[in-house]
């Protein structure tokens, strides 16, 4: 059973940064893609950054703010956020998948949500 505990959530003024971080049961090596996910009361969930191997992929309204990377050794992958704005604030995701060839599907994995909260 795999594993995703995120942390570094929490209430802070707009324009300044925080980092979220994500760590992985087993070595991340074994993901295909892993990223941060947000929601919104009444809205979709949707996706904030994603790392495949080493590209990166951020949604418009986070470029230049955002920065998502990984750490092998510590099997955590980490969401630097700054320049936050109100519109920010959400549950933020950990999400992480791989192939399984012995079901011979993609098998999708998500951590239990940490709030972000960020006042004008």
């Known amino acids: 059973q795999v594993q995703l505990v995120e942390s570094g959530g929490g209430l802070v003024q707009a324009g300044g940064s925080l980092t979220l971080s994500c760590a992985a049961s087993?070595?991340?090596?074994?993901?295909?893609?892993m990223g941060w996910y947000r929601q919104t009361p009444g809205k979709q969930r949707e996706l904030v950054a994603s790392?495949?191997?080493?590209?990166?992929n951020y949604a418009d309204s986070v470029k230049g703010r955002f920065a998502i990377s990984r750490d092998n050794a510590k099997n955590t992958v980490y969401l630097q956020m700054n320049t936050l704005k109100p519109e920010d604030t959400a549950v933020y995701y950990c999400?992480?998948?791989?192939?399984?060839?012995?079901?011979?599907?993609?098998?999708?994995?998500w951590g239990q949500g940490t709030q972000v909260t960020v006042s004008s």
């Open positions: 087993r070595s991340i090596f074994s993901f295909n893609t």
């Open positions: 790392i495949t191997g080493g590209r990166t």
């Open positions: 999400n992480a998948d791989r192939w399984d060839g012995r079901l011979g599907a993609t098998l999708d994995y």
